[in-house]
C-alpha cells in the first residue's frame, strides 16, 4: 500500500527533473544600455548616476504617509 501511493510522487520527480524547466522561457538580447554610466555607473562597483538624483522634501506627503500607516497598521480591537 504503501509503495502504491509513493509511486506517482517518484513519478512526478522523475519526470520534473527529467525536463529541462523554463528552457524556453528566456530572452536573449543585445544590452542598448551597456557602457551608459547614467544607468550602470562608471565602474561596475559604483552607484549609477540615476540613484544620486535628490528630491527636495515635502512636510505635508510625511504626514499623509504617516496617516496611512497609522490606518493600515494600528491594532485591530
Known amino acids: 500500500m504503501k509503495l502504491k501511493s509513493l509511486l506517482p510522487a517518484l ?6 527533473s ?3 524547466y523554463q528552457k524556453n522561457n528566456r530572452i ?3 544590452d542598448v ?3 551608459d554610466t ?3 555607473g562608471v565602474h561596475p562597483d559604483s552607484a549609477a548616476a ?3 538624483q535628490t528630491y527636495t ?3 505635508e506627503l510625511e504626514v499623509k504617509a504617516n496617516e496611512l500607516r497609522a490606518k493600515l497598521y494600528s491594532a485591530k480591537k
Open 11 to 16: 513519478l512526478v520527480v522523475a519526470l520534473a
Open 18 to 20: 527529467s525536463c529541462d
Open 28 to 30: 536573449k538580447q543585445k
Open 33 to 35: 544600455r551597456q557602457g
Open 38 to 40: 547614467y544607468v550602470y
Open 50 to 52: 540615476q540613484t544620486k
Open 57 to 59: 522634501a515635502k512636510p
